[in-house]
C-alpha cells in the first residue's frame, strides 16, 4: 500500500493558509462591527479574492457568520471558546521574560490581557528575587483606567465615545495627582498615542509610579499590557538612568513576538 507525503512546498502551502485564517479572525474581533471582504482584505493586506476563498471556508466551519455581504465572527468560534483559559497557554510563553525584566529592574512586573473592549485581566505578575523587593499581590484587583498606566493604554485605543461609556461622567480622585478632568485626560492620552507607552505617578497610589507598554496581535489590535511597579524614588532614578521606559516598550515588543511568532508569507 502506498503513502502520499506532504512536501514541504505543500506543508508551508497549507500553514500559511491558516495563519491567514487567524489575522481574518482577528481583523473581525476587532472589528466590533461586520465586514466587507474588501474591508478585511485591505485590513489584513491580503489579495481580495484570497480573502473571500478563506472568508468560505471559515463560513462552512461555523468560525464565521455571514448575513448578505458582511462577516462577523461565527457561532461555533463562540461555543469553543468558552472552555478556553487564555491564561493557561500564554503564561508559559512569556513567564521568563517578565521575570527576567522584574530582576533586571528590580520592581514588580505585570501582564495584564485585555477582555473584551473595555477591561483588563492581570494574569501574570513577576517580582525580582532580591528580598524585600517584592510589591503585594495584584491579581483579582481592578483599578480606574484613568488612574492606572495600563487602563491609559486601554483608554487610547478607544474612541471618545467608547472612553466616556467606560469612564461615565465623572473622574474619581484617588490621590492629590489623580487626572480628574477630561480635558486633561485627553491630552493624556494623546501623549500616550504619540510616545508608545503609559505612566502612572502617584496618580492611583502615593508614592507609586507605574510604567507601561502595549502589546498588540498580528494584525495590530491592542490585546495587552505589560506594566513595572514601584516605589517613586527608585523608579525616577531608573527612568533617569537607564531609560526604563524605552526598555519596557522592547520588552513588551518581546512579549509579542513570542504571543505572535514572525509568519511566512
Do not use: C
Not at 474588501?38 to 479574492?49: E, G, M, N, Q, S
Not at 492620552?189 to 496581535?217: H, Q
Not at 506594566?227 to 533617569?240: L, Q, T
Amino acid at each position: 500500500m502506498s503513502t502520499t507525503q506532504e512536501t514541504p512546498q505543500q506543508g508551508f502551502a497549507a500553514n500559511r493558509s491558516v495563519s491567514r485564517a487567524v489575522r481574518i479572525l482577528r481583523a473581525l474581533a476587532a472589528s466590533g462591527t461586520p465586514m466587507t471582504v474588501t474591508d478585511v482584505a485591505k485590513r489584513i493586506d491580503l489579495a481580495r479574492a484570497t480573502t473571500f476563498r478563506l472568508l468560505m471556508t471559515l463560513e462552512e466551519e461555523g468560525l464565521v457568520d455571514r448575513q448578505d455581504t458582511l462577516y462577523s465572527l461565527g457561532w461555533d468560534l463562540g461555543r469553543i471558546a468558552q472552555s478556553v483559559d487564555p491564561a493557561s497557554g500564554l503564561v508559559p510563553r512569556i513567564k521568563d521574560i517578565l521575570d527576567e525584566f522584574a530582576d533586571e529592574t528590580g520592581e514588580t512586573v505585570t501582564f495584564s490581557l485585555r477582555r473584551g473592549l473595555y477591561e483588563l485581566d492581570l494574569v501574570l505578575q513577576s517580582s525580582p528575587r532580591l528580598l524585600g523587593m517584592t510589591m503585594s499581590e495584584m491579581y483579582g484587583m481592578q483599578w480606574p483606567h484613568h488612574a492606572s498606566a495600563t487602563g491609559k493604554l486601554l483608554l487610547a485605543e478607544l474612541t471618545a465615545e467608547q472612553r466616556r461609556m467606560v469612564l461615565g461622567d465623572h473622574l474619581d480622585a484617588l490621590t492629590a495627582k489623580t487626572i480628574t478632568s477630561f480635558e486633561d485626560l485627553d491630552r493624556e492620552l494623546k501623549k500616550v498615542r504619540e510616545r508608545g507607552w503609559a505612566s502612572t505617578v502617584e496618580e492611583l497610589e502615593d508614592g507609586i509610579i507605574a510604567f507601561a507598554g502595549p502589546v498588540r496581535d498580528s494584525v495590530g489590535t491592542f490585546i495587552g499590557a505589560v506594566s513595572v511597579v514601584g516605589p517613586r524614588h527608585r523608579m525616577e532614578d531608573k527612568e533617569k538612568q537607564a531609560g526604563l521606559p524605552a526598555r519596557l516598550v522592547a520588552v513588551a515588543e518581546h512579549v509579542q513576538q513570542r504571543m505572535n511568532p514572525p509568519r511566512q508569507e
